[in-house]
Each structure stands twice: as C-alpha cells, then as structure tokens.
C-alpha cells in the first residue's frame, strides 16, 4: 500500500469512540480542512470555510461540513465537501486506534501488515460484498465502520498502523462519488461507527437497511426463478474447448457425462454449465454460436434434447462485458462504451490464457453494459439460440464487475441487460459470476468468488443478506476432482474440488475428459453432497 511521506496534521473533531479528521480528493489533488477558519454553527456541526493543501502549507477556496451525531448504538457522522475541481472523494479518518485483524469479509479474518491493509467494495469475488468492516481490539471488542449508503459507489475501508507504534493504528473510510455525475460538491453518504462485543446484531441492522434500499427480494417468492432451479442440488460444470484449442469435452460427451450422472441422482436435480461451449474459451467473446469442432448445431441439439429426456438443464456460459476487437462491427457496437476509469483512461482486462505469462492479449476489450448497443447485440444473440436450441439458462460471465465509468452505471446497465433478456426469453433462467449486495435483486443464481482460486463464499459473514435472496454454486476455476484441472479457465490447477453443503452454496462438480473414469471416489462424494443438499433443502 502507497501512502503520503509526510505528516499532514488536519484539525481533529472528537466523537465518543476517537478523534476524526477529513481529506477531500479532487482529480487534481488532496486537501483537508483550514483550522484558521474552522468553527461551529448553532446546530453543532464544524464548517470550514476554506481548505488547505501542500501538506497544510498552503490555503485555497472550498468549504466542508462535518455533523457528529453521538448515540447510545454509536456514532453516526455526515460529512458535505465542496470544490470547484468537482470532488473525486472523502475520507473520514478514525485515528488511534488499536491495530487488529480484519473481520466481516468472506474470508473471515484478514491479517493487517505493516504496510496497512486496503478493503474494497464492491467486490464481487472476495472482501467486501457490502460496505461493512470491523476490526478486531486486543480486549475483544470489535470496531465496527459501516456506510449507510443506498446506490452502488466505491467505498474503501484502510487500515494504517503507525510507523512509530505499529499496535496502534487509524482506519480510513474512503468514499468516491459517481463518475457518472461530476459534481462541485458531495453529500457522502452517513458513516456509522461502533464499538461492540457482538458483530451480530450490527450485520442484522445492516441487511435491513440493504433488503430495503435495494428492494431485495425472498427466494421462494422471486418469480425469476423457474421451478427447475428450486430443484437443482448439482451443478455440472462441463468444460468444453480451452482458448488453445484443446477440447476437453465434445457436446457428445458432455450429453455422456449427463447420462453416466443420471444413474447416481435423479437428474432433475442436474444444472448443466458449459464453460468453453462456443470455440476457443473467451477468444471470440462478442460472437456466441456453436463450436463444429464439439459438435455442431446438431451435436449441441443432441445435447439440449437428450438432456431434457432424462430431466436435466442446461446453461451455456455468455460474457456480458468482454469483446474480441477483431470481431466484424465492434467499432460499432462495443467501441464507444469500452469501460472507462473515472480518470478516462481505459483499464487492463486481460489474464494469461496461453501460458506467455504476461497479460497483454490485445484482442479483447472491456465493455461497458451501461452502452445500449452492446447490450442489445448481446442480447439478441442469447435470444436468437435460446430459441432455436431451447437452452433453460445463460450464464452471464463477470456480472459483478463494478467500475465506476464516467460513462454511466455497470450495475444500472446489467440490470438492462437482463431486462432485455427476460423480454425476449421470458423463460430463460439467469445466472451470473460473483455478487454483492445490489445485485441480489437482480440476478437469483451465482457463482461463488475465490481469492487466488480459494472458495470465497456469498453467504459469509451474513446468511441472512445472501440465502434469503440468492443461491451459488462453485466458481468455473474449481478443480476437478481428478486431477485438479480447472479446466478451460485460466487458473490450470487447484486443490479445492468440494464445496460446504449449505442452503446457499449448491454441490458442484467440474469435469474435463476423463474426471469419472479416474476420480469416481470423489465424484461420488460430490454427488453425495448433492443428494445430501435435496434431502435438507429441496
């Protein structure tokens, strides 16, 4: 973690639990509050009428104002900035405190190194899948940062531990504003901190307030999930051609693997996933059809119909915000909405799929979903073969991306690109890879995350925000159980294979060419789980 070289002593404000201070982050540079012109109004809350930058040496336009609200249940503080920069973000710093581990991420605890720890949201795949953090006291007690927000924007929770006396640390709570909107001045949403002994009753008052601003809906009642779904208690993650080339499974043998499984559990209970379905993995995002070198539209009808025979579905695997630069019309329908950083600049979106071990594959793109004709063309893709193959789902892959683009919303644009599936496909069931908190209305299926290809799950450190809305199954990068082969996602190999038998994480199994034969052991464990699954919760 980078941080500033030098001392900056901002003018503290006193609350119950520890002195606060205010840095506010223009595009152009940092400033805090002018103590010279600092004071207090008849409603208690301090206004400084100017600011100061260079480390406190020098002084320019801008006002902020800070209200510190003290209560029994801990201390709420708002805080408004203005600069005629237009503000980037605030943060509100909670100084001197007692260093500890990290806690209420999908992880569990996270140690803080010397360096200090920075803790993101929102984070599809790990941390934080709401703006909740605490931090663990040496007496137990935990202190506890949560923001009150009620839209989708970046929160970054740091923890810094003195230089000079590293048990003793500050945690800053780093708000940005939306891109999307520049604006001169920013309204941060209410922080709340708290100092308690059970973390319990916070995160229960917190998933009230998420349920409520975003409109959460319960499982049993969300008519977004068809009837097959409430039955599914196995998914197949069927891999079928890496980006190289190599084919693991042909529609044939991913319709044989379907069968062999059908002897072991009743395969109404079987979800198919086909990562890989299209041709090379992820080389012509942007253009889905199928592959003639597993099978051709007759191999994939095979596929579809046989599995329907016996009871299964299938859910093909689509990118909602990747495309191939070399694709026919991607000057025109992926171009202008390429996702942007609030800088303007254009992030990396790439991973070592062909082993070169860089990550410069200037063939793909990231799109913005917020751009109206990406989605379309997206969309009317997965429509046009969802009826003329009669797939029951679409995976959409890096759903949970969250950037926040200049150019509009990436959470408010996949909410369209569902919109406009359900429009076309009214019966097509949606999936999605990863989650947080705003996206549990808007897509009921999920992948687990992972932390450099560990299990991260959804339902961790709240059941109650995730299981109440949504259900997971295993991420594509888990290994199979025969040889730990992720398959065709870029991960090559990893250790974890099975996943915990809870009510939001359903048994998955990942299969390449030769995983029954050579592991049945194992699969009969995951295949356990699963009829383990239908038993408590089906």
């Given at each position: 973690?980078?941080?500033?070289?030098?001392?900056?002593?901002?003018?503290?404000?006193?609350?119950?639990?520890?002195?606060?201070?205010?840095?506010?982050?223009?595009?152009?540079?940092?400033?805090?509050?002018?103590?010279?012109?600092?004071?207090?109004?008849?409603?208690?809350?301090?206004?400084?009428?100017?600011?100061?930058?260079?480390?406190?040496?020098?002084?320019?336009?801008?006002?902020?104002?800070?209200?510190?609200?003290?209560?029994?249940?801990?201390?709420?503080?708002?805080?408004?900035?203005?600069?005629?920069?237009?503000?980037?973000?605030?943060?509100?710093?909670?100084?001197?405190?007692?260093?500890?581990?990290?806690?209420?991420?999908?992880?569990?605890?996270?140690?803080?190194?010397?360096?200090?720890?920075?803790v993101g949201y929102p984070n599809g795949w790990f941390d934080l899948a709401t703006p909740l953090l605490a931090v663990r006291?040496?007496?137990?007690?935990?202190?506890?940062?949560?923001?009150?927000?009620?839209?989708?924007?970046?929160?970054?929770?740091?923890?810094?531990?003195?230089?000079?006396?590293?048990?003793?640390?500050?945690?800053?709570?780093?708000?940005?504003?939306?891109?999307?909107?520049?604006?001169?001045?920013?309204?941060?949403?209410?922080?709340?901190?708290?100092?308690?002994?059970?973390?319990?009753?916070?995160?229960?008052?917190?998933?009230?307030?998420?349920?409520?601003?975003?409109?959460?809906?319960?499982?049993?009642?969300?008519?977004?999930?068809?009837?097959?779904?409430?039955?599914?208690?196995?998914?197949?993650?069927?891999?079928?051609?890496?980006?190289?080339?190599?084919?693991?499974?042909?529609?044939?043998?991913?319709?044989?693997?379907?069968?062999?499984?059908?002897?072991?559990?009743?395969?109404?209970?079987?979800?198919?996933?086909?990562?890989?379905?299209?041709?090379?993995?992820?080389?012509?995002?942007?253009?889905?059809?199928?592959?003639?070198?597993?099978?051709?539209?007759?191999?994939?009808?095979?596929?579809?119909?046989?599995?329907?025979?016996?009871?299964?579905?299938?859910?093909?695997?689509?990118?909602?915000?990747?495309?191939?630069?070399?694709?026919?019309?991607?000057?025109?329908?992926?171009?202008?909405?390429?996702?942007?950083?609030?800088?303007?600049?254009?992030?990396?979106?790439?991973?070592?799929?062909?082993?070169?071990?860089?990550?410069?594959?200037?063939?793909?793109?990231?799109?913005?979903?917020?751009?109206?004709?990406?989605?379309?063309?997206?969309?009317?893709?997965?429509?046009?073969?969802?009826?003329?193959?009669?797939?029951?789902?679409?995976?959409?892959?890096?759903?949970?991306?969250?950037?926040?683009?200049?150019?509009?919303?990436?959470?408010?644009?996949?909410?369209?690109?569902?919109?406009?599936?359900?429009?076309?496909?009214?019966?097509?069931?949606?999936?999605?890879?990863?989650?947080f908190d705003a996206l549990g209305g808007i897509i009921p299926l999920v992948q687990a995350g992972h932390r450099d290809t560990?299990?991260?799950?959804?339902?961790?450190?709240?059941?109650?925000?995730?299981?109440?809305?949504?259900?997971?199954?295993?991420?594509?990068?888990?290994?199979?159980?025969?040889?730990?082969?992720?398959?065709?996602?870029?991960?090559?190999?990893?250790?974890?294979?099975?996943?915990?038998?809870?009510?939001?994480?359903?048994?998955?199994?990942?299969?390449?060419?030769?995983?029954?034969?050579?592991?049945?052991?194992?699969?009969?464990?995951?295949?356990?789980?699963?009829?383990?699954?239908?038993?408590?919760?089906?």
């Amino acid at each position: 973690m980078q941080d500033l070289s030098f001392r900056w002593p901002h003018p503290r404000i006193a609350t119950s639990l520890g002195p606060v201070t205010v840095r506010i982050h223009t595009g152009e540079n940092v400033y805090g509050l002018d103590p010279a012109s600092l004071r207090t109004d008849e409603d208690g809350v301090v206004v400084a009428d100017r600011l100061t930058w260079a480390g406190g040496e020098q002084t320019c336009d801008g006002t902020a104002r800070v209200r510190v609200v003290d209560g029994e249940d801990g201390v709420r503080i708002e805080v408004s900035a203005e600069h005629r920069h237009g503000v980037r973000s605030v943060a509100l710093v909670l100084h001197d405190q007692p260093t500890g581990d990290v806690t209420a991420v999908r992880e569990g605890d996270l140690p803080v190194p010397p360096a200090g720890r920075v803790v993101g949201y929102p984070n599809g795949w790990f941390d934080l899948a709401t703006p909740l953090l605490a931090v663990r006291r040496p007496d137990g007690d935990l202190t506890v940062a949560r923001s009150l927000d009620d839209q989708v924007r970046s929160k970054r929770f740091v923890v810094i531990p003195h230089f000079d006396d590293p048990a003793t640390c500050d945690l800053e709570l780093i708000a940005d504003t939306d891109a999307a909107q520049p604006s001169a001045r920013f309204e941060v949403p209410v922080w709340e901190l708290r100092r308690t002994a059970d973390l319990a009753p916070v995160v229960a008052e917190h998933t009230a307030h998420l349920r409520q601003a975003y409109d959460l809906p319960d499982w049993a009642e969300r008519t977004d999930v068809p009837a097959w779904l409430r039955r599914t208690a196995l998914v197949l993650s069927l891999n079928g051609m890496h980006f190289t080339g190599k084919v693991f499974l042909t529609y044939d043998g991913m319709l044989d693997v379907i069968r062999r499984l059908s002897d072991q559990i009743d395969p109404e209970h079987i979800l198919a996933y086909l990562p890989g379905w299209e041709g090379r993995y992820y080389r012509w995002y942007g253009r889905f059809d199928v592959d003639e070198r597993l099978g051709g539209p007759d191999g994939f009808r095979r596929l579809i119909d046989g599995a329907h025979q016996l009871g299964a579905r299938i859910m093909p695997m689509f990118g909602a915000n990747v495309a191939a630069r070399d694709l026919p019309g991607f000057e025109t329908w992926a171009a202008p909405g390429q996702l942007l950083n609030p800088s303007g600049h254009m992030p990396i979106g790439s991973v070592d799929w062909d082993a070169s071990r860089h990550f410069d594959h200037s063939w793909g793109a990231l799109v913005n979903p917020a751009y109206e004709p990406w989605r379309r063309h997206i969309a009317e893709q997965i429509v046009r073969l969802h009826h003329e193959y009669g797939f029951d789902a679409a995976f959409l892959d890096i759903s949970a991306m969250y950037n926040n683009d200049p150019r509009g919303s990436t959470t408010r644009g996949l909410r369209d690109l569902v919109e406009l599936l359900r429009t076309g496909a009214p019966d097509l069931a949606i999936a999605g890879e990863a989650w947080f908190d705003a996206l549990g209305g808007i897509i009921p299926l999920v992948q687990a995350g992972h932390r450099d290809t560990v299990p991260v799950f959804h339902d961790l450190p709240d059941p109650a925000l995730f299981t109440a809305s949504n259900r997971s199954f295993g991420h594509v990068c888990l290994g199979d159980p025969a040889h730990g082969s992720s398959g065709v996602h870029e991960a090559g190999y990893n250790a974890h294979w099975r996943l915990p038998v809870r009510e939001g994480v359903i048994p998955t199994l990942t299969v390449v060419d030769d995983t029954l034969d050579k592991a049945p052991e194992r699969v009969a464990l995951v295949v356990q789980d699963a009829r383990e699954y239908a038993a408590k919760y089906l």
